[in-house]
C-alpha cells in the first residue's frame, strides 16, 4: 500500500514538472514572439498598421514600414531589446543557481561592450542607452538609474517571477532591485513589480487566477501598494528627491481600474478607461494610447490582455495592433500569455519561424528543472553577439540597395531646376516707408481685401446674371 501510495505522489510531481516546464517555456517563447511580431508596428498609429499590412498575423519584414528608415529594419522572426534583457536575468538565474544582482549587472554589462555593433542589445530607446552608458563605467549595481516611467524595466522580470512563484517577499525586492538597475522612476519600478506579481501567479495556478480575476486584481493591487512602501522605506536613496507622498501610489491607482475592466466586454470602453486613468496620474505627455511607453497604462494593458484574450494569436495580434512600443507590449502580453496556455497554446507557424527559438526553450527549460544544460546550451553573450551581427549585416546590406535605388532614380527623373529666387524688398533703412506686403519695388497689386471684395462681387453678378437668363428662358 504504501508502496502504491509514492508510486501515486511521484507520478503527480512528474506531472506538475511537466506542466511546469510547459509554462516555462511558453513563458519565453512567447515573450520573444510577441516581440518579434510586433517589430513592424513598433513606434506606429493603428492606422498607419492597417493602411500598411491589415493586420499582422505573422512576422513581416520591418522594411515595409521603415524604407526610409534603415536603422528600423530587422531580421524577419528576431526578437529584440525586451527578450534580450529577460534572457540575460535568465541567465544569471541558471548559472549562479539562484538570484544574484551582481551577477545580472555582470551579464548587462557584457551585452553593452560587444564587439562589432556598438550594443549587443538591439532596438534599444534613447533611455535605456543613456542608462547603459552609465552602467558600463559603473562598479555597483544600484544607483546608476535614470527617472524614465517607462516599461523597459518590467520587461526583464519574467525570469525573477518563475523562480520567486513561492515567494511574494523575496520576490518583490528582486523585482524592486533589478528594475532600479538602469530605472528609478517609481511608476517603472512599481509597474515592475506589478507584472512580476501577475507572472508569478499564472505561473503557480493559472487555472484559479482566471477563475477568481477580481480576487486576483485586488491581490495585484495589495502587492503593488506594499512595493510602492517598501521601494520608498527601503530604497528612497535611488529614487530622485522632487517625489512627494501624493504620487507614490500612481501604479496601485492605475490597477484599481483592472478589477472593473475585466468585467466589461466592450474592448474600446476598456481601452479608453485606462486611459482616462493614465492621463489623470499626470504622465509627462498625453497618453493616446495603452501602448505608450508609460507603465500605469501599459502594465494594466498587458495584463488585461492577457486574461481576458480567448487564445494566444488574439491576445497577440490586439496588442501589436496598437503600435507604438509594440515590441515591449507583445514581450509583455506574450510572456503571460505564454504562462496561462503554455507552450501547447502557441501557434506553430510562430514556434517555427522564430529566430533562435530552441535556445529561448532551452532557457525555460532551465528555469523549470534549476540547472543548466551544458551539453546543449551556446552561452548567451556569444549567442546574442551572432544574432546582432548577422542583423546588423543585413541591414548594411539593405542600406547599400536602397542607396542605389535611390541614385537609379534620380538618374532616371532628374531633379527639376530650380526657379530664380524672387526680388526682394529693399531694406528697411533705405526704404522711407514699410511696403505693405503686396507692393513689390513699387509697383501695387490689389490687396488681399480689395481681392476677396472683386471676387465676391464678380460671384453676384454672375448669379445674378443667371437669375435674369432663367427669367427669360420661362
Not at 96 to 119: R, V, W
Not at 287 to 299: G, H
Request: glycine residues 6%; charged residues 25%.
Amino acid at each position: 500500500m504504501v508502496h502504491n501510495e509514492n508510486h501515486h505522489v511521484r507520478k503527480y510531481m512528474i506531472m506538475e514538472g511537466d506542466k511546469n516546464q510547459d509554462r516555462y517555456r511558453g513563458a519565453l517563447l512567447g515573450m520573444a514572439i510577441g516581440d518579434a511580431l510586433g517589430a513592424p508596428a513598433q513606434g506606429l498609429k493603428p492606422a498607419r498598421i492597417v493602411q500598411l499590412f491589415d493586420t499582422l498575423n505573422d512576422y513581416l519584414e520591418s522594411d515595409v514600414a521603415f524604407e526610409a528608415m534603415p536603422s528600423h529594419w530587422r531580421l524577419k522572426g528576431l526578437y529584440s531589446l525586451p527578450t534580450q534583457q529577460a534572457l540575460t536575468a535568465a541567465e544569471s538565474l541558471i548559472l549562479s543557481a539562484g538570484y544574484n544582482l551582481k551577477d545580472i549587472f555582470d551579464i548587462f554589462k557584457s551585452m553593452a561592450a560587444g564587439e562589432g555593433p556598438p550594443d549587443i542589445f538591439r532596438g534599444i530607446n534613447e533611455h535605456f542607452r543613456k542608462a547603459l552608458e552609465r552602467l558600463k563605467h559603473a562598479g555597483e549595481p544600484l544607483g546608476n538609474a535614470l527617472p524614465y516611467p517607462g516599461i523597459t524595466e518590467a520587461c526583464r522580470i519574467l525570469p525573477l517571477a518563475l523562480h520567486f512563484q513561492n515567494d511574494e517577499t523575496l520576490l518583490m525586492h528582486a523585482a524592486i532591485e533589478c528594475a532600479l538597475l538602469t530605472g528609478n522612476d517609481h511608476r517603472a519600478v512599481a509597474g515592475a513589480a506589478a507584472y512580476a506579481f501577475s507572472a508569478s501567479s499564472l505561473a503557480g495556478n493559472p487555472d484559479n487566477v482566471m477563475r477568481n480575476c477580481s480576487e486576483f486584481a485586488t491581490n495585484l493591487r495589495r502587492f503593488t501598494q506594499k512595493s510602492e512602501e517598501v521601494l520608498q522605506d527601503e530604497y528612497g536613496r535611488y529614487l530622485p528627491g522632487d517625489l512627494t507622498p501624493a504620487t507614490y501610489y500612481e501604479m496601485s491607482e492605475a490597477l484599481s481600474i483592472l478589477s472593473p475592466c475585466l468585467r466589461e466586454k466592450n474592448p474600446e470602453l476598456v481601452q479608453k478607461t485606462i486611459l482616462a486613468e493614465a492621463n489623470r496620474l499626470n504622465p509627462p505627455f498625453p497618453i493616446s494610447s495603452p501602448n505608450q511607453d508609460f507603465a500605469p497604462s501599459a502594465v494594466t494593458f498587458a495584463i488585461h490582455t492577457a486574461l481576458t484574450a480567448p487564445n494566444f494569436r488574439q491576445g497577440i495580434v490586439r496588442v501589436i495592433m496598437q503600435g507604438k512600443e509594440a515590441c515591449a507590449m507583445g514581450a509583455l502580453a506574450g510572456g503571460l500569455l505564454g504562462l496561462r496556455l503554455g507552450e501547447e497554446g502557441i501557434p506553430d507557424e510562430w514556434r517555427k519561424g522564430l529566430m533562435n527559438a530552441d535556445e529561448v526553450a532551452m532557457r525555460g527549460d532551465e528555469l523549470a528543472n534549476g540547472f543548466p544544460n551544458w551539453s546543449e546550451r551556446t552561452d548567451l553573450v556569444s549567442l546574442e553577439s551572432e544574432l546582432t551581427r548577422r542583423d546588423e549585416e543585413e541591414r548594411r546590406k539593405r542600406r547599400e540597395v536602397a542607396k542605389q535605388a535611390a541614385a537609379k532614380r534620380e538618374r532616371k527623373y532628374p531633379p527639376k531646376p530650380q526657379t530664380a529666387a524672387k526680388p526682394q524688398l529693399p531694406p528697411q533703412e533705405e526704404a522711407p516707408f514699410a511696403p505693405p506686403p503686396w507692393v513689390v519695388f513699387g509697383k501695387p497689386f490689389s490687396d488681399p481685401i480689395t481681392k476677396k471684395k472683386e471676387k465676391s462681387l464678380r460671384g453676384r453678378r454672375r448669379i445674378g446674371w443667371k437669375e435674369k437668363r432663367s427669367r427669360k428662358n420661362t
